[in-house]
């Protein structure tokens, strides 16, 4: 008897959209150059490992954004750092678009985007490819309804699979302006026994259910994480900001 095949749950949900002309553009002339050209299946599931060196056309520190939306923070900070590669995983292909006019009009080089789950993708890439030296997951899709929660990004798993790709000293950063889902990031990285946090018992929360027996544990503002536009919504709607930043031990 053949097994059912379950799907399994992402965080995100596959959307395309008719694309600004300049964004189209852009993606024309320099896409060939600044996206990485992912073999995946339907599902966006990587099915071939891409060689970062020979992409990057150097061996240099890496950065890996996971969520990077229109690349705002990315691109701003490989321009501050252009001695670091620096890769971003998205998969709204509207803002890989804009990432790529993004990459164009702010003249870097050092940005390369890719459509892919990350999930999947992340164990895959880095083994033959150097460890990044950082990894971000900057405002994450929420997924606010209680039905949809199950898809959130950071959970305990997706912590474990983040440790696996981090050398000892590596660092994950992480940013969210939803409390409960900031509660749940700590609690889920406290789970992995390989991340140091650092700012443990730090800025606790009055409201903190503290479900795990943990409480604070927020990092102050990383002094390279610009205002994106997903944060200013979030202050805008007076939701408070948490960030975490943990080290592999």
């Not at 691109?75 to 709204?92: D, Q, R, S, T, Y």
């Not at 990004?153 to 900031?182: C, N």
Request: charged fraction near 30%; include cysteine.
């Amino acid at each position: 008897m053949t097994e059912p095949h379950h799907r399994r749950i992402t965080s995100f949900v596959r959307r395309s959209g008719r694309l600004p002309e300049r964004n189209q553009r852009a993606l024309d002339q320099y896409g060939d150059r600044y996206v990485i050209d992912a073999k995946v299946d339907r599902s966006l599931v990587l099915t071939e490992v891409p060689d970062l060196t020979e992409i990057f056309e150097r061996d240099a520190p890496l950065i890996v954004e996971i969520g990077a939306g229109a690349a705002d923070q990315i691109v701003a900070h490989a321009k501050a750092h252009p001695e670091i590669n620096h890769l971003a995983f998205e998969v709204w292909w509207p803002g890989v678009a804009a990432s790529v006019a993004r990459i164009v009009r702010e003249g870097v080089d050092n940005v390369r985007m890719i459509c892919a789950d990350a999930v999947p993708a992340l164990p895959l890439m880095f083994g033959p490819n150097r460890l990044p030296d950082e990894v971000w997951t900057f405002f994450p899709d929420p997924w606010q309804k209680a039905r949809h929660r199950k898809r959130r990004l950071v959970t305990p798993d997706f912590a474990r699979l983040v440790a696996g790709i981090l050398p000892e000293g590596g660092v994950w950063r992480l940013a969210t302006d939803w409390d409960d889902y900031a509660w749940q990031m700590r609690d889920a990285i406290a789970a992995v026994p390989e991340f140091i946090n650092p700012h443990a018992g730090q800025r606790p929360d009055e409201d903190d259910p503290a479900e795990a027996g943990i409480t604070g544990g927020f990092a102050p503002r990383w002094e390279g994480r610009i205002t994106t536009r997903f944060e200013t919504r979030g202050l805008n709607e007076e939701r408070g900001i948490h960030d975490l930043e943990v080290f592999r031990a």
